[in-house]
């Protein structure tokens, strides 16, 4: 059964401590892999999409590397305004030859100033 | 440039109920996606429209459905609600079919509460 796990559920870091998050996938015919950032009360903004193992992104203190198994978030000396909700989600191929977004439950971060 | 716009923000039925959501996308997008996100399932793909057509389809009973009008505004109707429902229920727009590598624009959610 094709399954999105995001790990961990919570993290609390202190501003400037680096830390990363993981998303590891099980699906059959990956089309891309997504990171999104969610506040609370509102919709998900997108950060990143990969597209192939080896693959890697960054945008500001965030960097996005993709395996053939999981996705990295990378949180490079974070400050209190990254404090959210991450998703992971992946795009795989159907039997019908349509696709399907597979979302994992999300990384609640906190950054204490 | 507007972002996507959902209609009406909140919304509270009673169990049995229809309800109607719309969701305007941003100027010139022409994919409309739908998804359910509750605390326990998270978020959940429903269906993606494109040219008024219905493109892809998750997993949901077909008391759930949609439609996408020429102007690419799009609406999802729920019919005979379940408490089950009360969700938030959150619209996305891209340029062409999300899976074409391009990406997906948020819009702020319906938070449909069922009683």
């Known amino acids: 059964e094709d399954q999105v796990t995001q790990s961990p559920e919570a993290l609390r870091l202190q501003e400037g401590e680096s830390s990363s998050l993981n998303c590891s996938y099980t699906?059959?015919?990956?089309?891309?892999l997504f990171w999104y950032r969610q506040d609370p009360g509102k919709g998900p903004e997108f950060l990143f999409t990969l597209y192939s193992a080896g693959e890697e992104k960054e945008k500001e203190r965030l960097k996005a590397t993709l395996t053939k198994k999981e996705s990295f978030l990378h949180i490079t000396a974070p400050k209190p305004e990254d404090s959210a909700t991450y998703l992971c989600a992946v795009q795989a191929d159907q039997v019908s030859g349509t696709y399907k977004y597979i979302f994992g439950t999300g990384t609640r971060l906190k950054v204490l100033a | 440039k507007a972002g996507v716009t959902q209609t009406p923000r909140y919304l509270i039925k009673t169990r049995g109920q229809q309800v109607t959501l719309s969701c305007s996308p941003i100027s010139g997008h022409r994919s409309v996606s739908w998804y359910q996100q509750t605390p326990g399932q998270g978020l959940q793909f429903l269906f993606e429209?494109?040219?008024?057509?219905?493109?892809n389809k998750g997993n949901f009973p077909g008391r759930f459905s949609g439609r996408q009008f020429s102007n690419s505004r799009s609406e999802m109707n729920v019919s005979t609600l379940e408490l089950g429902d009360s969700a938030l229920y959150l619209c996305?727009?891209?340029?062409?079919?999300?899976?074409?590598?391009?990406?997906?624009?948020f819009g702020p959610g319906t938070r449909l509460t069922v009683l």
């Open positions: 996305a727009s891209s340029l062409w079919l999300a899976g074409e590598r391009n990406e997906q624009f």
């Open positions: 699906v059959s015919g990956l089309r891309g």
């Open positions: 429209y494109f040219s008024e057509t219905q493109r």
